[in-house]
């Protein structure tokens, strides 16, 4: 299994911008689809947004198309989630995920990431 490690989660206005990163451990990174969920306080976890292992494809949730981005670097063995226009209802712990397979639900996903907290004040 891989090892994730999120960070640049915080606190931000209305109509700023984030960037998530996720840190991955391991020799096969570039052996993973990679995903971004988030889970809001009483909410279920929902997918954000993935990206194959090459990059080549992404996908993202209605909610976020147009807003966020999600990248990699397999050199760095990171992959990433540009939030820009953010919102209160962005308001979550953002979580990095691995597969081996591919897919936009949470049990597609092997390996998780301890989260990180994004707040969007209005």
């Known amino acids: 299994q891989v090892q994730l490690v999120e960070s640049g989660g915080g606190l931000v206005q209305a109509g700023d911008s984030l960037r998530l990163s996720c840190a991955a451990s391991?020799?096969?990174?570039?052996?993973?689809?990679m995903g971004w969920f988030r889970q809001a306080p009483g909410k279920e976890r929902e997918f954000v947004a993935d990206?194959?292992?090459?990059?080549?494809?992404?996908s993202y949730a209605d909610s976020v198309k147009g807003r966020f981005t999600i990248s990699r670097d397999n050199a760095k063995k990171t992959v990433y989630l540009q939030m820009n226009s953010l919102n209160p209802e962005d308001t979550a712990v953002y979580y990095c995920?691995?597969?081996?397979?591919?897919?936009?639900?949470?049990?597609?996903?092997?390996?998780w990431g301890q989260g990180t907290q994004v707040t969007v004040s209005s």
């Open positions: 995920a691995a597969t081996t397979g591919w897919g936009t639900r949470s049990y597609d996903f092997g390996s």
């Open positions: 391991g020799r096969t990174f570039s052996s993973y689809n």
């Open positions: 990206i194959s292992r090459t990059g080549v494809s992404t």
